[in-house]
């Protein structure tokens, strides 16, 4: 989605605002995993040729309903900027520093968990996070109905598949963690109370 085309702003409750920072990290996370993919540099290898279209299709699919509806955390952070310099005292409404603050509280804790440049399953990270929000914390996606239309229970089945399968350790080892990353990470997003500081500047954190 086009900065000059940005989806409308609702006034929304805090839990709704967590939602839009979760999807925000989504969506940056999806676009980049697609570029690297279409360049070569990343590959969803789960050893099942027909699981790895599978979800790869629907991550595709998951990418354009975002695209409509939310914007990824460069465009937040133009964003942002724009409404400081809008603003007299240059400080972010209540709603918009929410925002940024479980954005930043979502990236910190994969931070935590993740070195810089250590392998991950970017796709498996994507579906247990909406898997987790959506139907364990039942969080409410009437902003985002689309949601509803992924089977993630099926597409991480696949990830259960190739955890059991004895010839690649490595991977086996790999997708545990990322469900201890995704759910730490949901965690620590359903915990965070935001509580607005007249003397706080909000800064996005770099992904």
């Excluded at 465009?75 to 940024?100: C, G, I, W």
């Excluded at 985002?144 to 597409?155: G, H, T, V």
């Excluded at 935001?194 to 996005?204: A, F, G, H, P, V």
Aim: hydrophobic letters at 40%; glycine letters at 2%; a positive charge.
């Amino acid at each position: 989605m086009s900065i000059n085309n940005k989806p409308q702003i609702c006034i929304k409750l805090l839990r709704d605002i967590k939602t839009d920072a979760l999807l925000i990290y989504i969506k940056t996370v999806i676009e980049e995993l697609l570029e690297n993919i279409k360049t070569n540099n990343y590959k969803i290898d789960l050893g099942f040729e027909e699981f790895n279209k599978e979800i790869e299709k629907n991550i595709i699919e998951l990418n354009e309903q975002l695209d409509k509806t939310i914007i990824n955390a460069y465009e937040l952070k133009s964003f942002m900027a724009y409404q400081q310099a809008r603003q007299t005292n240059h400080k972010l409404l209540p709603n918009d520093e929410a925002l940024v603050f479980y954005y930043n509280t979502i990236v910190k804790q994969i931070e935590t968990y993740l070195l810089e440049g250590e392998l991950w399953i970017p796709e498996q990270i994507i579906l247990a996070l909406l898997s987790e929000w959506i139907l364990e914390e039942e969080k409410s996606t009437i902003f985002y109905s689309f949601l509803n239309n992924f089977d993630y229970i099926k597409l991480l089945g696949y990830y259960e598949v190739a955890r059991n399968n004895e010839k690649n350790i490595n991977l086996k080892n790999n997708i545990l963690k990322m469900y201890q990353i995704s759910s730490s990470m949901i965690k620590r997003l359903k915990n965070s109370k935001y509580k607005i500081n007249s003397s706080r500047k909000s800064k996005m954190r770099k992904k």
